[in-house]
């Protein structure tokens, strides 16, 4: 079976946990916390970011850096991971959910823009794959309107817009570091603080609702409670095994591009209107999604299986939210028609560092043998 994802492992993973082990300090927020932070603030200017258990951590996180009331609303991408909205609902806040674009699953800025109320107090975006969403406008919209701007950017280690990192745009940007990520130790996150105005509160979130940092910095007699807080860091181990990626994360990133290049280009050989699309990418994302899109709902379930059955794991992605059961009764109505299509026809390829070039070519030939026979 040529697998959808196989996480990559460099050769100091084991190295970086064994030092963890001999120096007794498994918890987090140790020495390579640290270097992992460090090495990301350097690497990409980010402001200030601390590591966290997943994603969703962060996000968690963000929330209560809200200060959410009863009747805030979040506006978030409908296209998007299921427990995106889940902190801010705990936070009490409405999610509002807007419509991806027509011609790739980024969210919709005409429909951001239409769903701005005056109870509006965040708008979250998502760089589908790694994939810029339109960063000028969105930044204007929220500058307008004095909203904070969450940069979902679990998929965009080392990707860019105009040569400047994501994550670096929001007043809050998170990452990912799950195992199906280009970077990854096995569960983990990132939250990055861009807003210097928010430094002071997550340093006391983080610190589970004390002034914890203040009594190490300032040598106070005593820390205590002085606010909501969460027990949400990174533990050692996990962080050696991060930092060991990130020593190699050029080489991986130029695996991919080289590796999405090439199914893009064999692909093009053999597209359509009639038969897939390609999506369409700005130069400068960091290759962690490689899709195609299909004609219709038959035409994915169809090609799914037959891919299965020659043995090429190939996936569709998120059931939209809107969609959902849950939120369907809970969160605002309307059409998402982009979204609903995006989740009837994107099919995602193997892609991954140890894919090879060999593979790729059986990957294109068994797609071309699919829409021959059609």
Known sequence: ????????????????????????????????????????????????????????????????????????????????????????????????FADTEKDYPNVSVNHIESLITQNTKAIMIMHYGGVTCNLEKIQAICKQNNLFLIEDAAQCINAFHNKKPLGTFGDVSVFSFHETKNVNCGEGGMIVINNPDLLEKV??????????????KNGLSHYESVGLGLALFQSEINAAFLYAQLQDIDDISEKRKILWNYYN???????????????????????????????????????????????????????????????????????????????????????HHYLTVKKIDFIVEKIDAFFTQQ
């Open 265 to 351: 280009n064999s692909l093009k050989k053999i597209a359509s209107e009639s038969t897939f699309k390609l999506p369409q990418v700005n130069p400068n994302f960091n290759n962690h999604i490689f899709f195609i899109t299909v004609r219709n709902r038959k035409d994915t379930d169809t090609l799914i299986q037959f891919l299965v059955k020659n043995n090429i794991s190939a996936v569709k992605h998120f059931y939209p939210l809107h969609q959902s059961k849950f939120h369907a009764s809970n969160n605002n109505k309307g059409d998402f028609p982009n979204a609903t299509e995006f989740n009837e026809t994107l099919i995602r390829l193997p892609l």
């Open 203 to 216: 340093e006391i979130i983080r610190q589970y609702g004390t002034n914890r940092t203040d009594f190490i």
């Open 1 to 96: 079976m040529i697998k959808f994802n196989v996480p990559y492992v460099s050769n100091n993973e084991e190295k970086h946990i064994r030092d963890v082990i001999s120096n007794k300090k498994f918890s987090g927020n140790g020495k390579y916390s640290k270097l992992c932070e460090d090495f990301l603030e350097n690497k990409y200017s980010f402001n200030k970011c601390y590591l966290t258990p997943s994603c969703t951590a962060a996000i968690e996180i963000t929330a209560l850096l809200l200060d959410l009331n009863p009747g805030d609303e979040i506006i978030i991408p409908s296209y998007t991971f299921a427990s995106c909205p889940n902190p801010f609902l705990i936070g009490g806040a409405k999610i509002i």
